[in-house]
């Protein structure tokens, strides 16, 4: 102890590490595997080691991104208000102009078969009043043939009444009373077979009546079941995409389309803090907005990191909803507010495809 203590520093030191290199040479074990394939397990594990680091930087920088992009989006969000109330007012005008348009439209058609119902309801009365007078004319046919029959029975005498004194004056006088009584049954005859034409004529016209008064209450319960329907159709879905409407509206409680497809939009771009939807102008005419949706519904149509690149994602919004069917007008990323209408009805189209499935093979 006390010789090592006498030891210099440089020498104790040269000693300490003499000692440590000759322990380690008695640990040392050899392996028996080949130095190519140490080196191929090397780079192997060092290309995974660098794919781990690649992808961890660009989930930092993708979070990094986003908390700017997010930062200046609340900071852009006060002027964003006006504008987007006053999108948010000009949308709620235009469906209130679509339902006074239906209900004008729903008005019209009203008008026209109440029109229609008032006059199959007067030819109804006229018919009736045409049937009435028929049968009143068959009936009084009926009386005057009663009553002719009871003249001739009346008329009727026997020819030993008259011929009762035999003289050759009440015979010449009977004579001329069987001729004229003669002339007068031809006579009657020919006004019964007038009459009788007339009777088949007024039974064939009571028919035609009878069928004509059918045909027209037909006409009127018809009339009257369209405007029964039309009624219960104003209180309904009009069509199928206002039955997605109401669906849509119901779905998020949201009093217009507008508000209810903002509301969808935005419940399905929470995993993209960089992308907040508020309106249907600026917050989509870069495109992002769009490639976002698409991708949450579909990832393996795009890459996340293709949403950083916000000068391709115009044409990629394009190139995306063109393979959905979905037609986008190129002018819309010309401009920081594109037609408000034009985005709605694309995000709406959007919703039909990917949420709700349709045109699906």
Known sequence: MCAEMSLSPVKWRRRSWRSII??????????????????????????????????????????LIDMQLTAQAH?????????NATEELQATLNELQEVRQNLLSFERRYAALQKKNERLEAELVMMRRELELARN?????????LRRKAWKLSQSFDDSVLCCDGTPDNKVHVKELR?????????????????????IHHRAQLKDFIAAVKVAERHREEAQAEVNRMV?????????????????????????????????????????????????????????????????????????????QREH?????????????????????????????HVM??????????DLGEGEA
């Open 137 to 145: 004319d068959v009936f009084t046919y009926r009386k005057s043939s």
């Open 313 to 341: 994602c115009p044409e990629l919004a394009i190139q995306l909803a063109s393979r959905l069917r979905i037609h986008i007008d190129p002018t819309t990323f010309t401009g920081t507010k594109p037609d408000f209408k």
């Open 22 to 63: 000759s322990a380690r040479r008695e640990n040392i074990v050899f392996s028996s595997v080949p130095v190519s394939t140490r080196v191929q397990e090397l780079e192997n594990r060092e290309h995974a080691m660098a794919n781990d680091d690649m992808k961890s930087l660009k989930e930092m920088l993708q979070r």
């Open 75 to 83: 900071n852009g969000k006060g002027d964003n208000v006006e504008a």
């Open 179 to 199: 001729e004229e009584i003669a002339m007068l049954n031809k006579e009657l005859e020919k006004r019964e077979a007038v009459i009788e034409n007339e009777r």
């Open 232 to 308: 219960d159709a104003s209180r309904t879905v009009a069509s199928p995409d206002e039955m997605i409407w109401d669906n849509l509206m119901q779905r998020f409680q949201r009093s217009t389309k507008r508000n209810a497809l903002l509301a969808w939009a935005e419940a399905h771009l929470t995993a993209y803090p960089s992308i907040s939807v508020s309106n249907f102008t600026s917050d989509w005419c870069d495109g992002r907005a769009f490639c976002a949706l698409i991708h949450h519904f579909q990832p393996e149509l795009l890459d996340r990191a293709s949403l950083l």
């Open 345 to 354: 009805e694309v995000v709406f189209q959007l919703y039909k495809k990917l």
